[in-house]
């Protein structure tokens, strides 16, 4: 007796879940292949070509994606569930269909230079702060840059050292040490740059390019020249070759107090000149050397525009290299014939 | 030609267009071509609803034809950075065209000619329609999308495009829009309905569809698929993405973590055990030791 009502209860039990499950069971022939990665599901279930007649077709594929979807949502509902902010969400698996990339792989980038230094060195990259307290004018200040928290050039007290020369300016020695790692770290900058784009750069002199223009060749010719222990005093010249004037200090100053008739000779002519109703500076001449200039100038943009596009920064040791184009014809009025390359 | 950045903003710009180990949604470009009906029209203008916002539609007549000539397309793609596209077109003899289409570094992949028989537009079936850019549920039927070759790589260029961007979780009560594609007799009956989800006696709860978006009836026309190397070579997944897998590490019944040490094989002769200092021999009571044995030995004897 005892035991065929638990067998009842049991039955009654099952036949209750199955009430229960009633809404949502779908019976089909083969069971669908899901992806819930990808909110996927196949049926594969053979489609009954009978069913498919135009006026009942909408109710037949209406009807079977309700049993698909059922089906699919069942399977939603089996992912584990997490609570995000009271809303309830299931968390989703990998997509099982694979599906072709966008674009290829990207290939792994080799290290740059300062990669593989610090790998070697164990150098390891550290977070710094924006801002530091600068101490000195209590306040935040950025750590480099304008108005940066230590600043040893903007100082106003310089403690004298023990071991220092009296007479030396500290000012003047911090300015002059900023000075130069500046002018260092440019140096860096254009030595990195040049080595980047593999342009030659000489420690000293002039670049070797391609084509040389004249003017660049004669410089060379001259640099080379000097460059003995005797600095070419004993150089001979080539046959047609002429010494260049140009050697020595380019300006002469006389001492402060010495010949006074000299100098009295020399502020009387002054006066002469300024007296003198003849204007001292030869307006001609002047304009036309303004306009060789001019015309040196584009000759040379034009013809180096094609070239030099790599260049950057200064690259030759003097800045004098001018594209030697010879001097257009005259043009315009008051053009008195050439001037050779005249002092500059 | 390599594009170089000059402002940080276009740099951000063309970073976000370089291969990246793992990609994210694909965004589609939909395009009218040459001549087209009203219901390509129409039918471009709701494919463009349904993928908004990841899509860009070119509404202006495009020339094109992309069975012969697919430059203009790659073209396209890679100013539009888009690697899915559908081009529609009408003419003659093939009327009310849609073409369904992926690319793979700016060169086609797949695509699939695909005329239209039947379409509803999503402006005469006058239901409420679920939000933009609601990732929707896929489901195809019928045998031939396993059995036949086309119809499977049609299967997976659909997934390809209706698929939303991957999601690590969903919220459940947001699954509100289906795409029903069925497959019979070299037809394809895709259908999209809204997801009314019904109070049953248990957790799960019960579906009831209702009519919604664009329908159609389409039927196959040619196709282009690609060769499998290509197929394969567009699948192949970077190293960096697979989890690496730890070993040694091992779990039994009972759910705990079990791991294995290698060890090397060890003298044990020279196992260096504790040191107990009182039970050390010490020298003289060696001698009593010996001596005592010795004594032993010839007692017995007698």
Same mark, same amino acid.
């Given at each position: 007796?005892?035991?065929?009502?638990?067998?009842?209860?049991?039955?009654?039990?099952?036949?209750?879940?199955?009430?229960?499950?009633?809404?949502?069971?779908?019976?089909?022939?083969?069971?669908?292949?899901?992806?819930?990665?990808?909110?996927?599901?196949?049926?594969?279930?053979?489609?009954?070509?009978?069913?498919?007649?135009?006026?009942?077709?909408?109710?037949?594929?209406?009807?079977?994606?309700?049993?698909?979807?059922?089906?699919?949502?069942?399977?939603?509902?089996?992912?584990?569930?997490?609570?995000?902010?009271?809303?309830?969400?299931?968390?989703?698996?990998?997509?099982?269909?694979?599906?072709?990339?966008?674009?290829?792989?990207?290939?792994?980038?080799?290290?740059?230079?300062?990669?593989?230094?610090?790998?070697?060195?164990?150098?390891?990259?550290?977070?710094?702060?924006?801002?530091?307290?600068?101490?000195?004018?209590?306040?935040?200040?950025?750590?480099?840059?304008?108005?940066?928290?230590?600043?040893?050039?903007?100082?106003?007290?310089?403690?004298?050292?023990?071991?220092?020369?009296?007479?030396?300016?500290?000012?003047?020695?911090?300015?002059?040490?900023?000075?130069?790692?500046?002018?260092?770290?440019?140096?860096?900058?254009?030595?990195?740059?040049?080595?980047?784009?593999?342009?030659?750069?000489?420690?000293?002199?002039?670049?070797?390019?391609?084509?040389?223009?004249?003017?660049?060749?004669?410089?060379?010719?001259?640099?080379?020249?000097?460059?003995?222990?005797?600095?070419?005093?004993?150089?001979?010249?080539?046959?047609?070759?002429?010494?260049?004037?140009?050697?020595?200090?380019?300006?002469?100053?006389?001492?402060?107090?010495?010949?006074?008739?000299?100098?009295?000779?020399?502020?009387?002519?002054?006066?002469?000149?300024?007296?003198?109703?003849?204007?001292?500076?030869?307006?001609?001449?002047?304009?036309?050397?303004?306009?060789?200039?001019?015309?040196?100038?584009?000759?040379?943009?034009?013809?180096?525009?094609?070239?030099?596009?790599?260049?950057?920064?200064?690259?030759?040791?003097?800045?004098?290299?001018?594209?030697?184009?010879?001097?257009?014809?005259?043009?315009?009025?008051?053009?008195?014939?050439?001037?050779?390359?005249?002092?500059? | 030609?390599?594009?170089?950045?000059?402002?940080?903003?276009?740099?951000?710009?063309?970073?976000?267009?370089?291969?990246?180990?793992?990609?994210?949604?694909?965004?589609?470009?939909?395009?009218?071509?040459?001549?087209?009906?009203?219901?390509?029209?129409?039918?471009?203008?709701?494919?463009?609803?349904?993928?908004?916002?990841?899509?860009?539609?070119?509404?202006?007549?495009?020339?094109?034809?992309?069975?012969?000539?697919?430059?203009?397309?790659?073209?396209?793609?890679?100013?539009?950075?888009?690697?899915?596209?559908?081009?529609?077109?009408?003419?003659?003899? &093939?009327?009310? =065209? *849609?073409?369904?289409?992926?690319?793979?570094?700016?060169? @086609?992949?797949?695509?699939?000619?695909? /005329?239209? +028989?039947?379409?509803?537009?999503?402006?005469?079936?006058?239901?409420?329609?679920?939000?933009?850019?609601?990732?929707?549920?896929?489901?195809?039927?019928?045998?031939?999308?396993?059995?036949?070759?086309?119809?499977? &790589?049609?299967? =997976? *260029?659909?997934?390809?495009?209706?698929?939303?961007?991957? @999601?690590?979780?969903?919220?459940?009560? /947001?699954? +509100?829009?289906?795409?029903?594609?069925?497959?019979?007799?070299?037809?394809?009956?895709?259908?999209?309905?809204?997801?009314?989800?019904?109070?049953?006696?248990?957790?799960?709860?019960?579906?009831?569809?209702?009519?919604?978006?664009?329908?159609?009836?389409?039927?196959?026309?040619?196709?282009?698929?690609?060769?499998?190397?290509?197929?394969?070579?567009?699948?192949?997944?970077?190293?960096?993405?697979?989890?690496?897998?730890?070993?040694?590490?091992?779990?039994?019944?009972?759910?705990?973590?079990?791991?294995?040490?290698?060890?090397?094989?060890?003298?044990?002769?020279?196992?260096?055990?504790?040191?107990?200092?009182?039970?050390?021999?010490?020298?003289?009571?060696?001698?009593?030791?010996?001596?005592?044995?010795?004594?032993?030995?010839?007692?017995?004897?007698?």
């Amino acid at each position: 007796m005892a035991s065929c009502s638990i067998e009842d209860v049991l039955a009654k039990a099952e036949r209750d879940e199955a009430e229960k499950l009633k809404g949502i069971t779908v019976n089909k022939e083969l069971d669908l292949e899901f992806d819930p990665g990808n909110l996927l599901a196949f049926d594969k279930n053979r489609i009954d070509t009978r069913e498919f007649k135009d006026n009942k077709r909408e109710d037949f594929i209406r009807s079977l994606a309700r049993d698909n979807t059922q089906l699919l949502i069942n399977e939603m509902w089996k992912l584990p569930t997490e609570r995000v902010e009271e809303i309830i969400v299931a968390k989703l698996p990998d997509p099982s269909t694979p599906l072709p990339r966008e674009k290829p792989a990207p290939k792994p980038k080799p290290p740059t230079k300062w990669e593989q230094f610090a790998k070697l060195k164990g150098i390891q990259k550290k977070k710094k702060t924006n801002l530091v307290w600068d101490e000195v004018h209590k306040e935040w200040r950025r750590r480099w840059g304008y108005k940066r928290a230590k600043d040893d050039t903007k100082e106003w007290l310089i403690e004298v050292p023990e071991n220092a020369d009296p007479s030396e300016h500290q000012f003047a020695k911090r300015n002059k040490a900023k000075k130069e790692r500046v002018a260092k770290n440019e140096y860096n900058r254009l030595k990195n740059i040049a080595r980047a784009q593999k342009i030659k750069v000489p420690g000293m002199g002039l670049a070797p390019t391609p084509r040389q223009p004249k003017a660049e060749l004669a410089q060379a010719v001259n640099v080379a020249k000097i460059s003995t222990a005797s600095v070419g005093k004993f150089q001979d010249n080539l046959p047609k070759e002429k010494t260049p004037k140009n050697t020595g200090k380019k300006r002469k100053f006389q001492p402060l107090i010495g010949d006074f008739s000299s100098e009295k000779q020399k502020q009387l002519d002054l006066l002469k000149v300024m007296d003198s109703k003849k204007p001292r500076l030869d307006i001609t001449k002047a304009v036309n050397k303004q306009m060789r200039e001019e015309d040196r100038e584009s000759a040379q943009k034009s013809k180096k525009g094609f070239g030099k596009k790599g260049r950057r920064g200064n690259m030759s040791g003097k800045g004098k290299g001018k594209a030697g184009g010879k001097g257009k014809a005259p043009k315009g009025k008051g053009r008195k014939p050439h001037m050779k390359q005249g002092k500059r | 030609r390599k594009q170089k950045a000059k402002t940080r903003r276009s740099k951000r710009f063309l970073q976000s267009r370089e291969p990246k180990l793992t990609e994210g949604q694909k965004s589609s470009m939909i395009i009218r071509g040459g001549n087209s009906s009203e219901t390509v029209s129409q039918a471009l203008k709701d494919v463009y609803a349904l993928k908004k916002p990841n899509a860009v539609l070119y509404k202006r007549k495009n020339m094109v034809r992309p069975f012969d000539d697919s430059t203009a397309l790659e073209f396209f793609s890679k100013k539009s950075d888009c690697s899915l596209f559908l081009f529609g077109s009408h003419n003659k003899k &093939r009327p009310n =065209n *849609l073409i369904f289409g992926r690319m793979f570094d700016f060169h @086609v992949l797949d695509m699939f000619e695909l /005329g239209i +028989e039947r379409f509803v537009s999503l402006r005469d079936v006058k239901t409420d329609t679920c939000p933009e850019g609601t990732k929707p549920l896929l489901v195809f039927a019928g045998e031939l999308f396993e059995t036949d070759r086309e119809h499977q &790589r049609l299967r =997976n *260029l659909l997934t390809d495009f209706f698929c939303g961007p991957r @999601v690590s979780a969903v919220r459940l009560a /947001g699954l +509100e829009h289906v795409l029903h594609f069925t497959a019979l007799e070299g037809k394809i009956y895709m259908r999209s309905y809204k997801v009314l989800l019904k109070k049953s006696g248990c957790r799960t709860p019960r579906i009831q569809l209702q009519d919604m978006g664009p329908s159609f009836d389409f039927v196959m026309r040619r196709n282009h698929m690609a060769s499998d190397d290509l197929y394969k070579t567009a699948h192949r997944q970077p190293r960096g993405v697979k989890p690496k897998k730890k070993k040694n590490i091992s779990h039994d019944a009972f759910g705990t973590r079990l791991g294995r040490l290698h060890m090397q094989k060890q003298d044990l002769d020279k196992l260096q055990t504790r040191k107990m200092k009182g039970l050390r021999k010490r020298r003289g009571e060696q001698t009593a030791e010996t001596a005592a044995a010795a004594a032993k030995a010839p007692r017995t004897d007698e």
